[in-house]
């Protein structure tokens, strides 16, 4: 019996020992463990890579009443995160920056529609983002003048889109008001009241009559450049031909484009059309939608040729053809192509455009699908030249800045594409017997068209507005059903050092 005793106190003692070994070891190797569930905190000084570290959140308190004025259906998930801006000297817009860490904590459950408070147990810290330096206030255009022909109507659907480029840059622009397909012709009085709403936002904007009583719009479209040249100043160096439905997300960019050619000598620039078929019906013409630039020098030739170019020109052309016409029949200037001023007379889902991370000069087209690009661009007042600009986070997020945030269901999958190609999401249109497939010589490199809600789940922008001194970017998933949840993923965008003065301005 004491013998059997001494048995089991030694048992006892060994598995004592085991155990204190054991928590020993346990403690020696938790940091290593750690350590490898945790990538590296984030470097911020390299041009193309930001490596993050998961920073653990806190619980806090969300507001997210604004919500309700949007056709969200209940119950969906929301998740939101506060970005800081830091501007950095000598930085480049990259075509995609990789972060670590992940965007977003795990997006929370909203039920009830009357819910206008979230509790969130894991609020990640504010994520800084470096950027490139750009100016904080509005550059100095009055080296440009703009023109367009449209409607007093027209126009004012367009006001807010052409405020957010024009608005106090000292740039001019003139619209030559046509009158309506249908109805009565605009009074000078209702011009006048939409002339003064025009400059009441800060913009230099003249309306005037069409050169002529019966004028059509094409040959409008054309009268602009003796419209342009004859109110010329002497500061103005570029004469710019547009559509109503032309939008410049960066004056800034725009300039620093024109200051690679001397207005002086004879210069037209623009772009041709992304869809081959269009190039091979008009040619090496600048397509008006983009925005056609003509030189002082190349403005006074065709504003001394306006009358016979005038009686020359076929009456079937438009205004951009006429534009071509003149400067080929009557100079030896060919067109300078920028392929960063965008016609978009691309069909279908133009993701692929907006997602390949390049930074247009000009969009065109956004009245006719769902691209609101005067809110997609809002985020440009708190980060300059950010518009679509594009960060990965983790294996599986793409934020396409003001467009999209995509994420890739299978994770190491987003590490496999090639995103210094544009995705073909848009429709293809070939020409017979040309090698070109569509959109070689616009587009490319692309690669091709992802499935949607399989391969890539994609929340479009729902809305963005100015918020405590910052912008908020609200991202939305509906769902492949009607049954499926959806998802609203939130950013607002701080400056650095707004930031430090609003530390708390997210929550309610």
């Known amino acids: ?17 085991a155990v204190v070994l054991t928590v020993h070891k346990i403690g020696k190797e938790r940091p290593k463990l750690i350590e490898k569930l945790m990538p590296s905190r984030p470097s911020n000084n390299r041009l193309d890579d930001q490596e993050g570290k998961e920073t653990p959140g806190q619980p806090c308190a969300k507001d997210i009443g604004w919500l309700a004025e949007f056709d969200i259906q209940y119950p969906f998930k929301y998740a939101e995160r506060e970005i800081v ?77 052409i405020a957010r480029w024009l608005a106090h840059t000292r740039a001019e622009l003139y619209v030559v008001v046509l009158n309506p397909e249908k109805g009565e012709a605009s009074s000078d009085e209702q011009v ?41 100043t002497e500061t103005s160096s570029w004469f710019v031909l547009m559509d109503d439905d032309t939008f ?38 600048a397509f008006g939608g983009a925005g056609i630039f003509l030189s002082r020098a190349l403005a006074a030739v065709l504003d001394e040729e306006y009358e016979t170019c005038t009686t020359e020109m076929h009456p079937a052309a438009g205004g951009d053809e006429r534009v071509m016409r003149c400067i080929y029949g009557h100079t030896e200037t060919k067109l300078t192509n920028e392929p960063a001023l965008h016609q978009m007379d691309i069909f279908g889902d133009l993701s ?8 247009p000069l000009s969009l065109h087209h956004w009245k006719g699908g769902d691209y609101p690009v005067n809110l997609m661009s809002l985020v440009s007042d708190v980060c300059g030249d ?48 040309s090698v070109n497939p569509g959109t070689w010589h616009s587009m ?59 530390t708390n301005t997210t929550a309610p």
């Open 352 to 359: 692929g455009v907006y997602e390949s991370g390049r930074l």
């Open 85 to 161: 801006v830091r501007p950095v000297a000598g930085l480049e817009r990259k075509s995609v920056t990789k972060i670590d860490e992940t965007l977003f904590s795990q997006a929370k459950d909203v039920i009830a529609n009357r819910e206008s408070h979230l509790e969130l147990r894991d609020c990640k810290p504010a994520l800084i983002l470096d950027v490139p330096v750009f100016p904080t206030t509005p550059v100095n255009a009055s080296k440009m003048v703009f023109g367009m022909a449209t409607t007093l109507e027209r126009l004012e659907d367009s006001q807010p889109h």
């Open 192 to 232: 006048a009241v939409r002339q003064g709403a025009l400059r009441d936002q800060g913009m230099a904007v003249t309306l005037v009559r069409p050169l002529s009583k019966d004028e059509l719009y094409t040959e409008s479209y054309f009268s602009l450049v003796k419209v342009m040249y004859t109110h010329r």
């Open 1 to 17: 019996m004491p013998h059997r005793r001494s048995i089991v106190v030694f048992a006892c003692l060994v598995l004592l020992s």
């Open 248 to 285: 410049f997300p960066s004056m800034q960019s725009l300039l620093a484009m024109l200051d690679k050619y001397d207005p002086t000598q004879q210069y037209w620039v623009g772009a041709v059309s992304e869809m081959w078929w269009s190039v091979a019906r008009y040619g090496m013409m």
């Open 444 to 502: 490319s490199p692309s690669r091709p068209r992802l499935e949607l809600d399989k391969q890539k789940i994609q929340h479009r922008l729902l809305e963005s507005a100015v918020v405590d001194g910052g912008v908020r970017q609200t991202y939305i998933h509906r769902g492949k059903e009607e049954k499926d949840a959806a998802t609203v993923l939130v950013l607002y965008w701080k400056k650095e050092d707004h930031a430090r003065e609003n």
């Open 386 to 433: 950010c518009f679509l600009q594009r960060w990965q986070f983790g294996k599986d997020t793409i934020l396409s800045n003001g467009y999209s945030i995509a994420q890739y269901p299978e994770g190491e999958y987003a590490n496999g594409l090639d995103f210094r190609k544009a995705e073909e999401t848009w429709d293809s249109h070939t020409v017979e017997e």
